[in-house]
């Protein structure tokens, strides 16, 4: 066993730790340079992201981020409740249905919807036969919205339905036999035992969501311009390293943030997968 955690330890500092330190001093090298050789020390680069331009992205990607993670709790939860209550046989068959699509490389999944909402894609085409459209259903926000909580929904329904399966039903029986009725013991029996699986739900769909570029870049075009897109164009067009680096590692800072708030009651078994 401690060979294996040597081995992961080992792997850990490579890929995770050295790239978290380069970005770290990235993010203080007030040089136009992206090598090392000219570093210059400086806070340059996180005084610029208070720039109001950058803020109000940064505002505008946190607002996607939430909602996108509302709508899949909202949608998620009743889905996760409603497949753990099947027959077992069943409720595997449909769980599958969640997981199927994980297989599949997320690029494509989002590419699937640019198929969909095109002004050529199928959904139109469907519309067509009925005399409505072309619709503009593409390069705006709903196009956005829908492919993040497309490809993020699996990450609510997942751990939310994980940490219902494993409620003990006699706590069920033992709240009916006290004289609760099926809304009362839903909600002040099931739902604060399902809290874990929400946590974690939560942190699962916000961390993605909103940092998130390839759904922006795909869905939204030029139109919808989130804080993904901007580190990802500081390293990909502007060369602009630092500056890239220091808006991630305000982005990093926030997401820990939303880790430590929804870090699950792991004695109680989580909703980790």
């Not at 409740?81 to 599949?104: C, D, E, G, H, K």
């Not at 993605?208 to 922006?216: E, L």
């Not at 139109?223 to 390293?241: E, M, P, T, V």
Request: aromatic share 16%; charged share 10%; net charge neutral.
């Amino acid at each position: 066993m401690k060979k294996y955690a040597a081995m992961y330890g080992a792997w850990a500092l490579v890929f995770i730790v050295f790239p978290l330190i380069l970005i770290f001093l990235y993010s203080f090298n007030g040089s136009a340079s992206m090598a090392f050789d000219n570093f210059e020390f400086s806070l340059a680069n996180y005084e610029a992201f208070f720039n109001p331009l950058y803020l109000k992205i940064f505002v505008n990607s946190v607002a996607v981020a939430l909602i996108s993670t509302v709508v899949c709790l909202a949608i998620g939860y009743p889905v996760a409740y409603t497949i753990a209550n099947m027959a077992p046989s069943l409720r595997q068959n449909v769980i599958l249905l969640f997981i199927i699509p994980m297989w599949m490389n997320f690029l494509l999944r989002t590419y699937a919807w640019m198929a969909i909402l095109g002004n050529n894609g199928v959904l139109n085409r469907a519309l067509g036969l009925l005399g409505i459209g072309p619709l503009d259903l593409m390069y705006n926000m709903n196009a956005v919205m829908i492919g993040m909580i497309y490809n993020f929904l699996p990450f609510m329904v997942l751990p939310i339905y994980t940490v219902l399966l494993k409620i003990d039903p006699k706590l069920i029986e033992a709240a009916k036999d006290l004289g609760a009725n099926g809304r009362e013991t839903f909600w002040r029996v099931i739902v604060p035992l399902s809290l874990p699986g929400v946590y974690t739900g939560i942190t699962m769909v916000f961390i993605p969501a909103i940092s998130t570029f390839v759904i922006s870049n795909l869905l939204g075009g030029k139109n919808i311009y989130l804080i993904g897109n901007l580190i990802d164009q500081q390293f990909s067009f502007a060369g602009n390293w630092g500056f890239g680096s220091a808006v991630a590692m305000i982005l990093i800072f926030i997401l820990l943030v939303a880790l430590f708030f929804g870090n699950t009651d792991k004695e109680n078994g989580g909703g980790v997968l």
